[in-house]
């Protein structure tokens, strides 16, 4: 059941489940841990959640990414710099992971406010099937990319982004209004700029390997997190000092400082929880580079996977611990994702049929 080859589509829906899996338990811890004290919660601020679960997430992602030694990256070339030789794919794989750096908060910032798993996830989730579609037409203009876009997968974007606008446009009275608000416009914006950068530089590399040159995903994997987590430290010692540096803070630097100086009793927890996180991140970067897929069908395969993960992760948390059910908003919302998994589901089928005709797939 689980031999499955590189390339396949059974390899795809075994990445896609572990995806899936880990975003349940990502979606509901977040809201269990940042819950009243009063009822039988954490009760950790959002900042404190943010640190402990960002720290937990990236130190599971970087152990097995050294421990199996994945860094040893599989090259097109070695050049040399300054006396320093190193694969050349590091000069663009290095901004990867400082823009790794910034999603993962941002992820989790969006998980924070005032709204349901589901609605978070159909915002984010969308504006990244917008960009994998837009990143393929450029790399094919530049001829990078040397696929087509499938008709079945332009029709599976229009039914995503259906989904998207449902949860922006049909505002309640009473409900979180995402459009007006300033922190998460300016959060969802940060996600969009660097994501779109990423997702152009992953899709660069998986569609630049040299003849005989392997699709390294583990290397890249490696790499990515190496950087992002060197990036991550030194913006959290900054901001654990910046009250000192310039004498006031800003309440939320108040509570980074203090997330750290006097943890929370449920720090650990904390950490432990945000592991889950971590994983997602090993599905989500292999689903993104899948090979033989253009960068609209793998972004709308990921995407897609942790929308219906946002569903399940809001009906477990409305069980659990009283969290709001999905609206019917919500409920149309998932309407179209199967409908544009089911036009995702006919392209696979003609790719594969393609990958196995040109030989690509064992």
Known sequence: MWNTSEGS?????????????FYVITGVTVKYFTGSAEAGFPGMNQVEYLVY????????AL?????LRWYHLKSNRIISVLGLRFPQEFLYIIPSGICTAVVIPTTTMMYLLPISVMVAMVIMR?????ISRLVDELQIRQGILKKSVYAEENIAVVFALMAAAINL?????????FVNSIAAVSILTSYITVYTIRIYIMNYYKNTRAKGVALDNNGFFAIEQITATIAMLAAGYVLYHAADWYGSASSELLMF????????????????????FGMVAFFSVFIFMFK????????LVNRLTSLV?????????????????????DWLSLGFILIAVLFLSRAEKKRTRELAAAKELV
């Open 9 to 21: 589509t059974g390899r795809l829906i075994q990445l896609s489940v572990g995806y899936f899996f």
């Open 53 to 60: 679960s960002t720290l937990g997430g990236n130190a599971i």
């Open 63 to 67: 152990s097995v990414a050294l421990g």
């Open 126 to 130: 969308a504006s990244i099937i917008i």
């Open 169 to 177: 446009i049909w505002v309640a009275p009473g409900d979180f209004d």
């Open 257 to 276: 400082h203090r997330s750290i100086a006097a943890p929370h009793p449920e720090w650990g927890w904390g950490i432990l929880a945000g592991t889950a």
């Open 292 to 299: 033989g897929r253009t960068a609209t069908f793998a972004g």
């Open 309 to 329: 993960a946002g569903t399940a992760a809001t009906i477990v948390s409305f069980f659990l611990f009283g969290g709001k059910f999905p609206k019917m908003q």
